[in-house]
């Protein structure tokens, strides 16, 4: 279908605002007489507080307050009295003080279907290093720095559980109390009997395959500032990427109605999923309300942000596979241990959105999933781009290619072979697929790469230095449904001179779905681009409702209610001009800021025309508005591909990507230009998640030992490759203008496309990540190459 505005690269609508440093971030709003908060944080994995002394720290000149597990459940919302309030509860209560979940999830009205709630605001019981003990809050950082250091805390250590085996062990000590086993949840699905599909299998294939803790290292780290506006209402400023969640759990945490909470987001400095976790926003509410509503300010450093924000599971896998000789799947058996960390955060769902998405590639006669979900004393692990794709994908596209390889197939036939086909019903979520480019995009990608030409070249080689190909397909989602509510909000203004104001409740962190929003809306209303005016500040007093940024769901779902909003802005605009003219409005159309006749595309009115009159005539004056909300109860879903080519340095377990090429079926392309850039990000990060990124800890302490921009291995410029980026246009029926989702789908599979390029240049299969040099030199040691 050919569009004017949409399928164009059209300059993002923040781009000026951004490179001239005009762009606002929470940081750049300063209030007067802004205090500095600063956090206590745990020096032990695992520990109970026996006793804790503030005295000193609240003698300091310059502390306004001091904040431990104690105070906290005294801290309650007055319209009259804000700030502390003795509600009678004695410290020693700690299993009745009020819990709460962080993750950015929309509330569920089914109790069954909530957030682990295992949370406190500040703690009585560390259950990492960094956990939040105490707070202060001061005159200026310094002060507050100073104050920290004159907390004493006497702590009962306790052992420190540092990998979901030890937490497992039989008389492990519980994280937490009524998790038995400190098992946070199982439980999967299953399709078919698996095991009389083995029987069935002329080969049964078994492999186990570990993934790392890392981190999101966006530019800016986690930040907020909070006051009391003059009712007594609770501000919160923030980076987030759910202002609607962050205003129901602030709420939640501190036992407010949901309605004394107000957040603003503004410009977000990066998330990647880090920050659709409440994190900091509950502490900060808490201690505005310890110094009577005066504005504090939380800023983490790296350091902090790195351990006390958010990390992605880690996951061991362990797969069993029934094959035909022919290359067909007949069974997959799949179990799963996730390391959640010391708290829920999300969870469970991590490893539940890894088994529903992958399900969606190679349907198969019988498929078991086994997920368990484990606490440990290390950080919390929560939502990270990908939500627990990076991890399922690496594993089987792994073990699928090791099947490959001992059956003598090319690794692409043997994914043609079992890949999906258009109307394919998934037999848990009812999702149909209504569109697929899948086997496009390997033929995309197969022909970028030169897969036969280099296959054919490294056929035969030797030296210290050899080469590889290697791919790994993907399928994804658009959004959550059926698993979650999908609503999304927009309000579209008719302005006097004919422009329009879009607001959205949809977060633009970074990715660029405000330009996405203007250029649906432009679309539909026949104007350019510089006349339809975004709002990128989101307020949940003001913008509408959307549950936020999270499961590449933005422009597929917040989309859909653009589209609508649009649509019914365009029929009232031709309705008022029918008024003007008295020319049906079935006969008008609305194309280059003009009412035109349909059938001829004469010019009847210019759009200003109408909305001046809309706003002005004496009798008939009614300014043209639409507000939307929309619950989409379906989803869409995207695929593709990776291929690498790699140079692997036997002597020194270097491994170099000299090529790769990440292709995708997103549906429409709204703007390929900004879509080219969500696909660089993304390899860059699967690159990143192959060979270098690893969160470490001590593992008898669980003290972090690389939290920090020099000893975690992030690539950099000089070690990322040229990305190339290809599409497939699939046209998806239900999405608007045809489009899927794309945010989190490029980073789903850099990580095995370069793991099976190594094992075809090298026969060294790595089945663990990251794949440094130290692990790879190690495994050639093993296999005998060295």
Same mark, same amino acid.
């Given at each position: 279908m050919a569009y004017t505005v949409v399928g164009k690269s059209v300059s993002r609508v923040d781009a000026i605002a951004k490179v001239t440093g005009k762009a606002k971030y929470t940081d750049d709003f300063p209030e007067r007489d802004m205090l500095v908060g600063k956090i206590l944080h745990s020096p032990y994995a695992h520990a109970i507080i026996k006793s804790i002394d503030v005295s000193l720290a609240k003698a300091l000149p310059g502390v306004e307050a001091v904040l431990t597990y104690k105070d906290l459940p005294r801290i309650?919302?007055?319209?009259?009295?804000?700030?502390? *309030?003795?509600?009678?509860?004695?410290?020693?209560?700690?299993?009745?003080?009020?819990? @709460?979940?962080?993750?950015?999830?929309?509330?569920?009205? &089914?109790?069954?279907?909530? &957030?682990?709630?295992?949370?406190?605001?500040?703690?009585?019981?560390?259950?990492?290093?960094?956990?939040?003990?105490a707070a202060v809050v001061a005159t200026d950082e310094l002060i507050a720095e100073k104050a920290l250091k004159l907390i004493k805390v006497e702590y009962e250590v306790l052992e420190a559980l540092t990998s979901t085996d030890a937490a497992l062990k039989e008389g492990a000590p519980l994280i937490h109390e009524e998790r038995e086993r400190n098992i946070l949840a199982s439980g999967g699905y299953a399709i078919g009997d698996v095991e009389e599909a083995f029987k069935e299998s002329d080969h049964v294939f078994e492999g186990e395959y570990e993934t790392s803790i890392v981190q999101h290292c966006h530019m800016e780290n986690q930040t907020s500032y909070a006051y009391q506006d003059s009712d007594g209402r609770i501000v919160i400023v923030t980076s987030t990427q759910i202002p609607q969640i962050v205003r129901r759990v602030v709420a939640q945490s501190l036992g407010l109605p949901w309605g004394r909470v107000r957040v603003i987001k503004p410009f977000v400095g990066g998330g990647f999923g880090n920050k659709q976790d409440v994190c900091i926003e509950p502490l900060n509410a808490a201690m505005t309300l310890a110094v009577g509503g005066r504005p504090v300010k939380i800023e983490l450093s790296r350091e902090e942000s790195m351990v006390d924000t958010r990390t992605r599971h880690a996951f061991k896998f362990k797969i069993k596979t029934g094959i035909n000789q022919d290359g067909k799947i007949i069974g997959i058996h799949i179990t799963a241990v996730s390391n959640t960390g010391a708290y829920a955060s999300h969870g469970h769902s991590i490893a539940g959105s890894a088994g529903g998405k992958f399900r969606y590639l190679y349907p198969t006669k019988a498929l078991k999933y086994e997920p368990m979900t484990v606490y440990t004393n290390l950080p919390v692990a929560g939502a990270m781009r990908g939500y627990g794709c990076p991890q399922i994908f690496y594993a089987f596209e792994s073990h699928l290619e090791d099947i490959a390889k001992r059956l003598n197939m090319d690794p692409i036939e043997i994914r043609r072979k079992n890949v999906v086909e258009?109307?394919?019903?998934?037999?848990?979520?009812?999702?149909?697929?209504?569109?697929?480019?899948?086997?496009?995009?390997?033929?995309?990608?197969?022909?970028?790469?030169?897969? &036969?030409?280099?296959?054919?070249? @490294?056929?035969?080689?030797?030296? $210290?230095?050899?080469?590889?190909?290697?791919?790994?397909?993907?399928?994804?989602?658009?959004?959550?449904?059926?698993?979650?509510?999908?609503?999304?909000?927009?309000? +579209?203004?008719?302005? =006097?001179?004919?422009?329009? =104001?879009?607001?959205i409740g949809a977060t633009d962190t970074g990715q660029g779905s405000d330009t996405v929003f203007g250029q649906m809306v432009a679309e539909v209303l026949g104007l350019p681009m510089d006349m339809v005016h975004v709002h990128s500040t989101q307020d949940t007093d003001i913008t509408p409702f959307d549950t936020g940024c999270y499961a590449s769901r933005q422009t597929y779902v917040s989309g859909m209610a653009v589209e609508k909003a649009a649509l019914e802005v365009k029929a009232k605009i031709l309705g008022f001009a029918s008024s003007m003219t008295d020319i049906p409005a079935d006969k008008l159309d609305l194309l280059d800021q003009k009412i035109v006749l349909k059938h001829s595309g004469e010019s009847v009115l210019s759009l200003e025309q109408v909305a001046m009159q809309s706003y002005y005539d004496r009798v008939l004056a009614k300014?043209?508005?639409?507000?939307?909300?929309?619950?989409?109860?379906?989803?869409?879903?995207?695929?593709?591909?990776?291929?690498?080519?790699?140079? *692997?340095?036997?002597?020194?377990?270097?491994?170099?990507?000299?090529?790769?090429?990440? *292709?995708? $079926?997103?549906?429409? +392309?709204?703007?390929?230009?900004?879509?080219?850039?969500?696909?660089?990000?993304?390899?860059?990060?699967?690159?990143? @998640?192959?060979?270098?990124? =690893?969160?470490?800890? &001590?593992?008898?302490?669980?003290?972090?030992?690389?939290?920090?921009l020099l000893d975690y291995k992030l690539p950099t410029i000089m070690d990322t490759p040229d990305i190339g980026v290809a599409f497939v246009e699939a046209y998806e029926p239900t999405g608007p203008f045809g489009v899927k989702s794309l945010g989190e789908p490029p980073t789903i599979t850099p990580a095995p496309a370069i793991r099976n390029a190594v094992l075809d240049a090298t026969g060294v299969a790595f089945n663990r990540l990251p794949m440094n040099p130290q692990r790879v030199f190690e495994g050639f040691k093993n296999a005998g190459l060295i």
């Open positions: 309650n919302y007055a319209t009259s009295l804000p700030g502390f *309030v003795d509600d009678g509860i004695e410290e020693e209560f700690e299993a009745d003080r009020l819990k @709460y979940g962080t993750a950015g999830h929309p509330y569920s009205l &089914d109790p069954g279907h909530r &957030d682990v709630e295992d949370r406190h605001i500040l703690t009585k019981k560390a259950r990492f290093v960094g956990d939040n003990i258009v109307g394919y019903v998934d037999p848990v979520s009812k999702n149909k697929i209504t569109s697929c480019g899948i086997r496009e995009c390997i033929d995309k990608g197969k022909a970028l790469i030169k897969w &036969d030409e280099k296959k054919a070249l @490294y056929k035969e080689q030797s030296g $210290d230095k050899v080469r590889g190909v290697g791919m790994a397909c993907f399928s994804y989602a658009s959004g959550t449904y059926p698993v979650a509510l999908e609503l999304a909000g927009a309000r +579209i203004v008719l302005n =006097q001179d004919g422009s329009v =104001q879009l607001q300014p043209i508005t639409s507000d939307i909300s929309n619950n989409a109860r379906i989803n869409a879903i995207p695929f593709g591909v990776t291929f690498a080519e790699v140079e *692997v340095d036997i002597k020194t377990g270097k491994i170099e990507v000299l090529e790769i090429f990440n *292709v995708h $079926d997103s549906g429409t +392309i709204v703007n390929p230009q900004m879509a080219e850039g969500q696909v660089h990000g993304g390899v860059s990060m699967g690159i990143g @998640y192959a060979l270098s990124e =690893q969160l470490l800890f &001590d593992a008898v302490t669980g003290k972090p030992l690389n939290n920090n």
